[in-house]
T-cell receptor, first 116, second 116 residues
Framework: AQKITQTQPGMFVQEKEAVTLDCTYDTSDQSYGLFWYKQPSSGEMIFLIYQGSYDEQNATEGRYSLNFQKARKSANLVISASQLGDSAMYFCAMREAQTGANNLFFGTGTRLTVIP | GAGVSQSPSNKVTEKGKDVELRCDPISGHTALYWYRQSLGQGLEFLIYFQGNSAPDKSGLPSDRFSAERTGGSVSTLTIQRTQQEDSAVYLC??????????????FGPGTRLTVL
């Protein structure tokens, strides 16, 4: 089974509007971390936001917030006030702390296009 | 400070040849990761180094793939007898601790490998 599922291959959003990118995960670990990365067309992976499984509050970083619903195993990324520079691929990833594996499991990504 | 660097940025090779890809992690980072990103896909974990511990090779797709990390710093990923399905972007990342709460992974720009 896929550990990270991103069901939206592509999304469009009007500039200045908010957009939600979906991510669900699958793990039996109690301790894990969820990450979102942005990959512009230039190819570099840019870390956006992190949510720990024990964090009670949703993570926020500027215009990015993570809608963490633990019971549903979802960790959706919300981008508020979209900007043209937000057009990129967005990847959700998970690290399972209890297994001792430190690598990240990535989803297949969502391509976001911001429309002027 | 300097980020993760990788060389070469692009590599074109013929099927059956061996290739070496290099990664220079951020100074002081003890953990180093190799991932592979095939066209239009998410990142696939390959191998993980943490300090002087034995590497986690669980993601290597075949015995044609190997990696080493000399002196706890620079790493080389070697692919022997390359196949066309090895064509992908190979991304290296490093992190400070190799685990823990956030322990953000910083990614290099990647090496685009094309096997003809």
């Amino acid at each position: 089974a896929q550990k990270i599922t991103q069901t939206q291959p592509g999304m469009f959003v009007q500039e200045k509007e908010a957009v939600t990118l979906d991510c669900t995960y699958d793990t039996s670990d109690q301790s894990y971390g969820l990450f979102w990365y942005k990959q512009p067309s230039s190819g570099e992976m840019i870390f956006l936001i992190y949510q720990g499984s024990y964090d009670e509050q949703n993570a926020t970083e500027g215009r990015y917030s993570l809608n963490f619903q633990k019971a549903r195993k979802s960790a959706n990324l919300v981008i508020s006030a979209s900007q043209l520079g937000d057009s990129a691929m967005y990847f959700c990833a998970m690290r399972e702390a209890q297994t001792g594996a430190n690598n990240l499991f990535f989803g297949t990504g969502t391509r976001l296009t911001v429309i002027p | 400070g300097a980020g993760v660097s990788q060389s070469p940025s692009n590599k074109v090779t013929e099927k059956g040849k061996d290739v070496e890809l290099r990664c220079d992690p951020i100074s002081g980072h003890t953990a180093l990761y190799w991932y592979r990103q095939s066209l239009g896909q998410g990142l696939e974990f390959l191998i993980y180094f943490q300090g002087n511990s034995a590497p986690d090779k669980s993601g290597l797709p075949s015995d044609r793939f190997s990696a080493e990390r000399t002196g706890g710093s620079v790493s080389t990923l070697t692919i022997q007898r390359t196949q066309q399905e090895d064509s992908a972007v190979y991304l290296c990342a490093s992190s400070l601790m190799g685990g823990g709460a956030v322990d953000e992974q910083f990614f290099g720009p990647g090496t685009r490998l094309t096997v003809l």
